[in-house]
């Protein structure tokens, strides 16, 4: 899409809605999302609605207020500060040279599928899209963890992550205008809703960071150390929701980024930093389109989604030209039976994936078909004790390069009504991961030479979960046992002769992960409210040569006090990563990951926030954050590139 084109819908939706405005989600009544209790409903975790105490699985909501009060730019902000999820990125603020951000959960990267409204939005493994919906335009962010693939399929081994967004309700015609101004980045945005429409179109621009690496040794020409570098970058976002009829909805979303990094190398012989050894930049375009049928008379919800990513050189060191595709649909029915006391959810899926590679001496084309059918029923036994029983049969058609195969998937879960206001749940279920569709790329063009497997296995998790409305407590233990866990080497690491400048993706022997979750939260006053939270596990995974390593990080821990009066909201949010898996590098700068050699752990993560919004009138608030308080060098990868030093920022929105 051309950005004259993105403009005009912008301009056009802002002129048609000058009759009148207020804020730019919808029209929705956001106040009723303020606090969560286990009274509210979630969609995600059976495909129904249901209240979460009756839920039978690991569930975590973030609402639109509790978005707001964080100061989250995007969903990928939000969804680190949850106990057992963890975000992985190349750069500052979700970003990087690469556009390959993802969130993992309970330490298997690569295994969460990302849902927008309920249908997937991954990309060859990734769940990129995080950072594509502007945060005003999300109404709630549902988190289930435990394996999730006999209802959603390949990609949800350790659980799935909906964002669900704002939809349009009002009558009448509404709008916001939002600026921002920062330490580190400055945007503004502009809103417009109606009866059957709301849209959003932010523009972002971000300063360039001077370093954003640790410093290892290198060893080239005399050259000893070295340091990158962002620079400045740009980002257009726009997402469109359109309510065609009272169950038929649409939405679109896009994104444009410009950005890029350098490479500098220290020379001892001169000590001083040299002209960059190398300086990538990249655009990165994504846009999705999907179609949603949800008739509650009937059960009977149907989606349609398009999905394409693609990616392309700025400048002469930069050589990655990709574009990446995916085509979903969904369809799903729901019956009550026996009076209301049991439900059969059953449907079909069908996805297919594509990706090319467009350079010039080394151009291959490839793409995939995934087609399932699922069921799951739930049997009311008594008064307090349920069980749900759920199977999967998923089919992988071959393309020449992956083999085609069939995984029968089943899972089991019961949950018992302690009280009123307590439940048990047990969760048992087998998930799996098909290899990336760009997996056979090497440097030699397509390759057959290292056939990939899919990664499987079984999570056994059980928990509690107790509250009202004013306090909460879900308590969670888990075990993970996955084989032929993914991870990405050098070419030359599995393959003789291999390219060692080319990454490719490898099976490892096993993944194994046990630990214990922890949420609470409580209203402790008309004013004041606290969350609080922990993970600890024992990520591991063996490699061909029987050694177990660890894999992930095994500690964190979270708290945020939330506090308003009058016109004032007062946020702070603090979280801690411990205890974390080896370095990628050697501290003399080799690369040991792929050899499994390391001498050094990753330094653990301190981030600390606070964040305040006053209320001038009815239609203007200004607000102010500071982020990364302890202005810690906090390492967000295993190459150990650093999140952003401390920052601020202020925002003023106008309704109108």
Do not use: C
Not at 135 to 142: H, P
């Amino acid at each position: 899409m051309k950005k004259s084109l993105l403009q005009t819908l912008v301009v056009t939706a802002i002129l048609s809605g000058m009759n009148g405005v207020v804020s730019a989600g919808g029209g929705q009544d956001t106040s009723k999302l303020d606090e969560y209790t286990l009274d509210d409903v979630v969609v995600t975790a059976q495909r129904v609605e249901t209240k979460d105490l009756d839920t039978p699985a690991t569930t975590t909501v973030i609402t639109a207020q509790q978005l707001k009060d964080s100061g989250a730019q995007t969903a990928f902000d939000a969804l680190e500060r949850i106990p057992g999820v963890n975000a992985y990125s190349y750069g500052p603020a979700g970003e990087g040279s690469i556009d390959l951000s993802r969130i993992n959960i309970r330490g298997l990267d690569k295994g969460t599928l990302v849902l927008i409204d309920g249908s997937p939005a991954n990309l060859m493994n990734y769940n990129q899209m995080m950072n594509a919906i502007p945060v005003e335009s999300i109404e709630k962010i549902e988190v289930v963890k435990g394996a999730s693939s006999v209802l959603y399929g390949a990609e949800a081994m350790a659980g799935v992550i909906n964002i669900i967004t704002k939809k349009p309700t009002d009558d009448k015609l509404h709008g916001s205008v939002t600026g921002m101004i920062g330490s580190h980045e400055k945007n503004y945005g502009i809103a417009v809703s109606g009866q059957n429409f709301s849209i959003q179109y932010k523009k972002e621009y971000r300063k360039e960071i001077s370093q954003y690496n640790r410093m290892f040794p290198y060893t080239y020409a005399g050259r000893n150390f070295t340091r990158k570098s962002s620079d400045n970058s740009m980002r257009d976002s726009i997402f469109l929701n359109l309510r065609l009829s009272d169950k038929l909805t649409a939405n679109y979303t896009y994104n444009e980024t410009d950005r890029g990094h350098r490479e500098f190398k220290y020379d001892t012989h001169v000590k001083d930093w040299v002209t960059p050894y190398k300086h990538y930049r990249y655009e990165y375009k994504t846009n999705r389109f999907a179609l949603i049928y949800d008739d509650k008379h009937t059960g009977l919800k149907s989606s349609l989604a398009y999905l394409k990513h693609t990616t392309r050189p700025l400048n002469a060191d930069s050589t990655t030209d990709t574009d990446a595709t995916s085509w979903n649909f969904d369809t799903q029915k729901k019956w009550d039976l026996r009076g209301g006391l049991d439900t059969l959810v059953a449907g079909f899926d069908f996805h297919r994936e594509g990706h090319v590679k467009r350079h010039s001496t080394n151009h291959g084309s490839l793409h995939r078909d995934q087609y399932a059918v699922f069921a799951a029923y739930t049997r009311q036994m008594n008064d307090r004790f349920s069980a749900t029983v759920g199977i999967r049969e998923h089919f992988v058609k071959g393309n020449g390069y992956d083999r085609g195969q069939s995984i029968f998937l089943p899972q089991v879960q019961t949950l018992y009504k302690m009280s009123p206001r307590a439940s048990w749940y047990v969760n048992v279920g087998r998930s799996f991961e098909t290899p990336a569709v760009n997996s056979p790329y090497y440097s030699a063009k397509v390759s057959t030479r290292y056939r990939l497997n899919p990664q499987d296995g079984w999570t056994y998790e059980t928990g509690i979960k107790f509250g009202d409305v004013k306090e909460s407590l879900k308590v969670a233990l888990f075990h993970m046992d996955i084989n032929n866990k993914f991870k990405w080497v050098k070419e030359n690491t599995v393959i003789s002769g291999g390219d060692p400048n080319t990454w490719v993706q490898t099976n490892l022997d096993k993944f194994k992960n046990t630990g214990i979750e922890l949420e609470y939260s409580r209203q402790l006053s008309d004013r004041l409210s606290i969350r609080t939270g922990g993970y600890y596990g024992n990520p591991k995974a063996k490699s061909s040569n029987g050694n177990w390593t660890q894999s992930d990080a095994r500690v964190q821990l979270f708290a945020g006090l939330q506090y308003h009066v009058n016109k004032l909201r007062l946020n702070t949010d603090w979280y801690v990563t411990a205890k974390r898996q080896p370095s990628a590098y050697l501290l003399t700068g080799v690369y040991g990951a792929s050899s499994g050699k390391s001498d050094h752990a990753i330094p653990n993560r301190i981030e600390g926030n606070l964040t305040m919004e006053y209320t001038i009138s009815p239609v203007q608030t200004v607000s102010f954050g500071v982020y990364n308080l302890l202005d810690r060098d906090n390492p967000i990868n295993d190459n150990e590139h650093w999140s952003l030093p401390r920052n601020y920022r202020l925002s003023y929105t106008y309704r109108f």
